[in-house]
């Protein structure tokens, strides 16, 4: 996958960042972008001779990677880049789906034009992407959907759960590519949830999504399956 920005893991402000804050979202990004793949070691020692530093800012970056689920420690093998068990990821989505349901009865309080034309944009936006075959692009913007039920529904806790759980969903996600059939039937399936608001079908509005969240847990087991053969 081509390289893409990502919102900061720490949601800290640029300026007045830590060492392994900064040293931790730059490793972040090199998972992001395929540079180091599931189950690859990252050694301190390397990792320090690549950011200039001593080994303690790296130990503690990979300690802020490790709270994120991104990295694990391993017995005999130090840390390496989070593989995760299909039941880990039946589990991510089933928390997923509870979370997002939740947006989406938040989300129903304060509905109106505003929610609507923002989502519209998105759609918009994916429906371009699609046009390009840009499956890169796409996936973005499905990610960018789904925040947006967070962020309209104004229940910080809520997003904040969300939140720490995302970047793990961009990596299966990563793993995830969709053909052009998969995006169009993805886009029809986005749709039909904002419609679903729109008229204030807020119950079916959730029923959609979890079909959606499902599909896109079928994609990313269905690909590590493809990678493991």
């Known amino acids: 996958m081509a390289f893409r920005e990502f919102p900061s893991l720490f949601n800290q402000p640029e300026f007045g960042k830590s060492l392994p804050a900064q040293i931790a979202e730059q490793i972040a990004r090199q998972i992001f972008n395929g540079q180091y793949t599931t ?15 001593s080994r303690a800012p790296v130990r503690e970056a990979l300690y802020l990677l490790q709270l994120e ?3 694990e420690r391993l017995p005999r093998r ?5 593989a995760y068990k299909d039941k880990e990821v039946h589990e991510l989505y ?7 349901c939740l947006a989406i009865d938040q ?16 759609i918009e936006r994916m429906e371009l992407a699609l046009t390009r075959a840009d499956s890169d692009e796409y996936a973005e913007l499905n990610d960018l959907f789904h925040q947006l039920l967070f962020e309209l529904g104004d229940n910080r806790m809520l997003h904040r ?7 793990v969903f961009i990596i299966l996600l990563q793993v995830s590519t969709q053909d052009s059939n998969e995006m169009d039937k993805s886009l029809s399936e986005h ?7 729109e008229q204030g079908e807020f119950e079916l509005a959730k029923e959609r ?17 493809k990678t493991h053969h």
């Open 39 to 53: 189950g690859q070691r990252l050694k301190e020692e390397e990792l320090s001779k690549v950011f200039r530093t």
């Open 69 to 71: 689920g991104l990295v």
């Open 78 to 82: 130090g840390t390496v880049v989070k």
């Open 94 to 100: 089933d928390v997923r789906v509870g979370l997002e």
């Open 107 to 122: 989300l129903s309080k304060t509905w109106g034009d505003t929610s609507s034309e923002k989502f519209r944009r998105v």
């Open 161 to 167: 759960i969300y939140h720490q759980l995302k970047n």
């Open 191 to 197: 749709k039909g949830i904002v419609e679903a608001m």
């Open 209 to 225: 999504l979890i079909e959606n969240v499902r599909h896109g847990m079928d994609r990313a087991l269905q690909s590590r399956k």
